[in-house]
């Protein structure tokens, strides 16, 4: 009985090893790469919105609130933009590209913490499941803060000395071009993001708070 259930210990610590391996299987690998697809075909629909100046529209940025959700969105959301900024034929050199796609990524990661905190607070509210509840008490509304805060001081700073080569670049301009981004960013993720984001917990798409495989 004793070996019986030694091995039968060892058998369940085996599936759970399994189960933790697989969280990064080809299940991972596809879902991220959709979202990356998405994320790119999304941006090059609204090209003329999607690039350009501070004030820069890009929908597919509403796509930022899914690392809440689903950790794969972390390397999917990096390659996509890393991918739209490479075959934007008027994108501004490699230091927009890798710069742009940088904020993105580390915005995504904080993203994932304040979604785990997010979904922890959800759960003890229990069955109340009211979009006031998944918005406020559930402080989702700070989903969109990383991508704001990141992209409005990375691509912000930047975006300036990239946009009018050779010229004398003053505060004023930089702070301008920050808040440019930050409005436009908080525009696109708040409007459309979030309801994004309560639609898909709502259907269940999402890491539970007590389990690490995703639902999908």
């Known amino acids: 009985m004793k070996r019986l259930a030694n091995n039968t210990g060892d058998k369940g610590r085996g599936l759970n090893d399994f189960g933790k391996q697989n969280r990064y299987g080809i299940g991972f690998i596809v879902r991220a790469a959709m979202i990356a697809a998405l994320y790119v075909l999304v941006t090059w629909m609204l090209a003329p919105v999607s690039f350009g100046g501070p004030l820069q529209f890009r929908l597919a940025e509403s796509l930022m609130v899914l690392p809440a959700l689903l950790v794969e969105a972390v390397p999917g959301l990096f390659i996509g933009c890393l991918l739209a900024n490479i075959l934007n034929p008027g994108n501004l050199g490699p230091a927009d590209i890798i710069l742009g796609s940088f904020a993105t990524l580390i915005a995504a990661v904080w993203t994932v913490y304040l979604g785990k905190s997010s979904r922890e607070r959800m759960a003890r509210l229990g069955p109340e499941r009211s979009l006031r509840n998944i918005i406020f008490r559930s402080?989702?509304?700070?989903?969109?803060?990383?991508?704001?805060?990141?992209n409005g001081i990375i691509v912000g700073t930047y975006l300036p000395f990239l946009l009018n080569p050779g010229q004398i670049i003053t505060w004023e301009l930089i702070l301008l071009s920050?808040?440019?981004?930050?409005?436009?960013?908080?525009?696109?993720i708040y409007i459309f993001g979030i309801p994004l984001y309560v639609g898909l917990y709502r259907a269940g798409i999402c890491e539970r708070p007590d389990r690490s495989p995703t639902v999908w």
């Open 139 to 150: 402080r989702a509304w700070l989903l969109p803060l990383p991508a704001i805060i990141l």
């Open 178 to 188: 920050i808040g440019g981004i930050m409005l436009s960013e908080a525009a696109v």
